[in-house]
């Protein structure tokens, strides 16, 4: 695709169920990241994975929290029993190789009520 | 681990003023320092990046400042725009297989008339 696609664009869930996330990143890209970022605020590392395989999980904030990508392509970043402090906007980017521009998508908004 | 410091954390700045956006990293790793524009409801995007080869680069109304020595990068906008509001995040990563990239708290520039 021409940028990067993230799904939905909202998601508004009740605290207790899971949700899932997708990210398509641009096509070739064989980085891609997951950061958080709650209102106002900065830009949280959760995870990085370089092609399917991930080197760096260690900013996923808790063990409810998971994520996968298939095929070099597709990611799922899912969230098991959400709670109201999972509330933020999720990012995905992508990027060719090392020291190259990421490209972001434009993010999922997170709402747990 | 906090490893990219950026200051200040919101600034404002009259039309045709220079903002000044000022960042500190510790990994002396980091070999690639792209600063990225996000405005709202929207993902970062990159504004301009240099390499620690280079001591400054500009690009149009934006300079990157680099003192490797110091460990410190800035970045500064020359004439200031109101359509220049937006917040500026600076970022880091290394070379080499590991391709984290760590990003500063971001700076929410305001540009008064």
């Known amino acids: 695709g021409a940028g990067v696609s993230q799904s939905p664009s909202n998601k508004v869930t009740e605290k207790g169920k899971d949700v899932e996330l997708r990210c398509d990143p641009i096509?070739?890209?064989?980085?891609l990241y997951w950061y958080r970022q709650s209102l106002g605020q900065g830009l949280e590392f959760l995870i990085y994975f370089q092609g399917n395989s991930a080197p760096d999980k260690s900013g996923l904030p808790s063990d409810r929290f998971s994520a996968e990508r298939t095929g070099g392509s597709v990611s799922t970043l899912t969230i098991q029993r959400t709670q109201q402090e999972d509330s933020a906007v999720y990012l995905c980017?992508?990027?060719?190789?090392?020291?190259?521009?990421?490209?972001f998508g434009q993010g999922t908004r997170l709402t747990v009520v | 681990q906090q490893q990219v410091k950026q200051s200040p954390q919101s600034l404002i700045v009259q039309k045709g003023g220079i903002s000044i956006i000022n960042c500190a990293y510790e990994n002396t790793a980091f070999d690639y320092f792209p600063w990225y524009q996000q405005f709202p409801g929207k993902g970062p995007a990159l504004l301009i990046a240099?390499?620690?080869?280079?001591s400054e680069k500009k690009e149009g109304r934006f300079t990157i400042s680099f003192n490797k020595s110091a460990k410190q990068f800035s970045l500064h906008i020359m004439d200031s725009q109101p359509g220049d509001s937006a917040t500026y995040f600076c970022a880091a990563s290394p070379s080499g297989g590991y391709q984290k990239v760590t990003f500063g708290t971001g700076t929410k520039l305001q540009v008064i008339p």
């Open positions: 980017a992508s990027r060719t190789g090392v020291g190259t521009e990421a490209f």
């Open positions: 096509s070739g890209h064989t980085a």
């Open positions: 240099i390499r620690p080869d280079v």
